[in-house]
């Protein structure tokens, strides 16, 4: 017990750094491509009227909100 | 919330995640660089993810690599809203974005192309359709716009 006591703070760091691992690979493989595509097609925005406070939202949604939800899948 | 299976589940459900995401990352590019079939471009991109899950599981410098490429979460979010084409609908401010106006009339338009057809060879020498020699395209072009 007293050791596992010890372990605590390097198995959370372990949790933190795969949480970490899933959200990269979650923005490398669907954020990125849509922020690429979308950013060189910017005329989609202009034509839905989109709000900049939305761009904003969408943003941190896609690239935190999303894959931080996905990175509470229990750790290895 | 796998955890209450126990801690394989938990290990699978991670590995299985790292499994589908490396394999959504390649598709694109392969789909960029190769001109495989579609069952061979499904196979090669399952093939890859599921290398990249058990390099995940078993090596601890590609786990190192992707800790190192963690920033990126920040920073693809930064360089889409401030430097790309986005940036500028964001700093706008509210100014009044042009857009077409709805016409209220209710009169039809036609519009002919006439695809790769020289328009030189129906002009005169004062640059307007030769009546005498084509009548019909002098007799439309005179209650019409033509370019």
């Given at each position: 017990?007293?050791?596992?006591?010890?372990?605590?703070?390097?198995?959370?760091?372990g949790?933190l750094s795969q949480s970490l691992h899933l959200m990269i690979l979650f923005n490398l493989a669907?954020?990125?491509?849509?922020?690429?595509?979308?950013?060189?097609?910017?005329?989609?925005?202009?034509?839905?009227?989109?709000?900049?406070?939305?761009?904003?939202?969408?943003?941190?949604?896609?690239?935190?909100?999303?894959p931080?939800?996905?990175s509470?899948?229990?750790p290895c | 919330?796998?955890?209450?299976?126990?801690?394989?589940?938990?290990?699978?459900?991670r590995l299985?995640l790292v499994v589908?995401l490396s394999?959504?990352f390649?598709?694109?590019?392969?789909?960029?660089?190769?001109?495989?079939?579609?069952?061979?471009?499904?196979?090669?991109?399952?093939?890859?993810?599921?290398?990249a899950g058990l390099t995940y599981a078993r090596s601890r410098i590609f786990r190192l690599f992707l800790t190192c490429l963690s920033p990126g979460v920040?920073?693809?979010?930064?360089?889409?809203?401030?430097?790309?084409?986005?940036?500028?609908?964001?700093?706008?401010?509210?100014?009044?974005?042009?857009?077409?106006?709805?016409?209220?009339?209710?009169?039809?338009?036609?519009?002919?192309?006439?695809?790769?057809?020289?328009?030189?060879?129906?002009?005169?020498?004062?640059?307007?359709?030769?009546?005498?020699?084509?009548?019909?395209?002098?007799?439309?072009?005179?209650?019409?716009?033509?370019?």
């Amino acid at each position: 017990m007293h050791s596992r006591q010890k372990l605590q703070p390097l198995l959370r760091a372990g949790t933190l750094s795969q949480s970490l691992h899933l959200m990269i690979l979650f923005n490398l493989a669907l954020a990125q491509p849509l922020y690429d595509v979308t950013s060189k097609q910017a005329e989609f925005y202009v034509a839905h009227e989109t709000p900049a406070a939305w761009l904003v939202f969408g943003a941190l949604l896609l690239s935190i909100g999303l894959p931080g939800l996905l990175s509470l899948v229990p750790p290895c | 919330m796998l955890g209450i299976f126990g801690p394989r589940p938990e290990k699978a459900s991670r590995l299985a995640l790292v499994v589908l995401l490396s394999t959504l990352f390649i598709l694109p590019i392969l789909n960029r660089s190769t001109d495989l079939s579609i069952t061979l471009f499904i196979t090669t991109g399952t093939l890859f993810g599921m290398i990249a899950g058990l390099t995940y599981a078993r090596s601890r410098i590609f786990r190192l690599f992707l800790t190192c490429l963690s920033p990126g979460v920040v920073v693809f979010p930064l360089v889409f809203l401030f430097f790309s084409p986005v940036s500028q609908l964001i700093f706008s401010g509210n100014e009044e974005i042009p857009t077409a106006e709805i016409a209220r009339s209710r009169a039809p338009v036609f519009v002919i192309v006439f695809d790769e057809f020289s328009t030189v060879s129906l002009l005169n020498r004062d640059l307007q359709i030769d009546e005498n020699l084509y009548p019909n395209f002098a007799r439309r072009a005179a209650d019409s716009y033509w370019f």
